[in-house]
T-cell receptor, first 114, second 112 residues
Framework: GAGVSQSPSNKVTEKGKDVELRCDPI?????LYWYRQSLGQGLEFLIY????????KSGLPSDRFSAERTGGSVSTLTIQRTQQEDSAVYLC????????????FGPGTRLLVL | QKEVEQNSGPLSVPEGAIASLNCTYS??????FFWYRQYSGKSPELIMS????GDKEDGRFTAQLNKASQYVSLLIRDSQPSDSATYLC????????????FGTGTRLTVIP
């Protein structure tokens, strides 16, 4: 079956612009995660959605970052007024339920802020 | 102190040898442990998960967990050049927690 998909695969933007990153999870997966991976760094948790529950936003680095998940499926991560330090690979993952379950990752969006 | 620590490597082993990858974690109540493999420019893929003390074997891979020492390892037997990748250790800090904490990964190179 289809895996997690993300778009765009690459995004180059200018400092100060807003960007939207999209994630389409595996069908039937109720849990969705966003992570950020900077060069030479581990994956940094950003936000978690589980069904209709309020999202866990504890990993968002600043109020410039926000995310939503519509209809319990597709999610959009928005970064406002991008900064150069936002440059990273943004990875989305989904799972059947809570994080004890295997998380399946999408291919990521490589964001470069000039 | 980082939640999850790994030796960044690079770790080089000859083809056919055993590769040993190590990970320590700081939260004593952590419950779930995962090893992901990440090829350069690709996304992580799950290799092994382990939840209780001891060894868990799957093909050429063996995960070892020692909760008392807060240590989890991954052994790769009969290493192949295709095993060359970065291996990420991930820990679910406590039951019901929503996220995984990842180490920075160990880069493994298997030399033909």
């Amino acid at each position: 079956g289809a895996g997690v998909s993300q778009s765009p695969s690459n995004k180059v933007t200018e400092k100060g612009k807003d960007v939207e990153l999209r994630c389409d999870p595996i069908s039937g997966h109720t849990a969705l995660y966003w992570y950020r991976q900077s060069l030479g760094q581990g994956l940094e948790f950003l936000i978690y959605f589980q069904g209709n529950s309020a999202p866990d936003k504890s990993g968002l680095p600043s109020d410039r970052f926000s995310a939503e998940r519509t209809g319990g499926s597709v999610s959009t991560l928005t970064i406002q007024r991008t900064q150069q330090e936002d440059s990273a690979v943004y990875l989305c993952a989904s799972s059947l339920g809570r994080s004890q379950e295997t998380q399946y990752f999408g291919p990521g969006t490589r964001l470069l802020v000039l | 102190q980082k939640e999850v620590e790994q030796n960044s490597g690079p770790l080089s082993v000859p083809e056919g040898a055993i590769a040993s990858l190590n990970c320590t974690y700081s939260d004593r109540v952590s419950q779930s442990f995962f090893w992901y493999r990440q090829y350069s420019g690709k996304s992580p893929e799950l290799i092994m998960s382990i939840y209780s003390n001891g060894d868990k074997e799957d093909g050429r891979f063996t995960a070892q967990l020692n909760k008392a020492s807060q240590y989890v390892s991954l052994l790769i037997r009969d290493s192949q050049p295709s095993d060359s990748a970065t291996y990420l250790c991930a820990v679910n800090p406590q039951t019901g927690a929503n996220n995984l904490f990842f180490g920075t990964g160990t880069r493994l190179t298997v030399i033909p």
